[in-house]
Nanobody, 130 residues
Framework: QVQLVESGGGSAQAGGSLKLSCSAS?????????MMWYRQAPGKERELASS???????TYVDSVKGRFTIAQDNAQNTLYLQMNDLKTEVTAVYYCAAPIRVAFYSGRYHVVCDGSRNYWGRGTRVTVSS
């Protein structure tokens, strides 16, 4: 089985910083080419906040460009999201996501790369106050 576990969330003041981490068991982050951070703000749809490809290409939602940095440590199999100059509008639950599905066949679980769906962690809550 695969588990993605986020940590590092919490409460912070506007202008402060937080660093989110995502570790995994049963899955190597570099296997399927991309890892992602999604977020879901209160009353809003979940959205892609940032992604990083195996070639180092990074994407960010416009509202966080210049303030967030995504990184992946393959030796530690850990994904990070450094969040600086926090603003109240980044308050959300942040989820680590991998483009995989887990299938059971031949008597065991198999991890399959699948760009049409995401495998999620349980999320870590970030609350920014002014």
């Amino acid at each position: 089985q695969v588990q993605l576990v986020e940590s590092g969330g919490g409460s912070a003041q506007a202008g402060g910083s937080l660093k989110l981490s995502c570790s995994a068991s049963g899955y190597i982050f570099s296997r399927c080419g991309v890892m992602m951070w999604y977020r879901q703000a209160p009353g809003k749809e979940r959205e892609l906040a940032s992604s990083i490809n195996n070639d180092g290409t990074r994407t960010y939602v416009d509202s966080v460009k210049g303030r967030f940095t995504i990184a992946q440590d393959n030796a530690q199999n850990t994904l990070y999201l450094q969040m600086n100059d926090l603003k109240t509008e980044v308050t959300a639950v942040y989820y680590c996501a991998a483009p995989i599905r887990v299938a059971f066949y031949s008597g065991r679980y198999h991890v399959v790369c699948d760009g049409s769906r995401n495998y999620w962690g349980r999320g870590t809550r970030v609350t920014v106050s002014s």
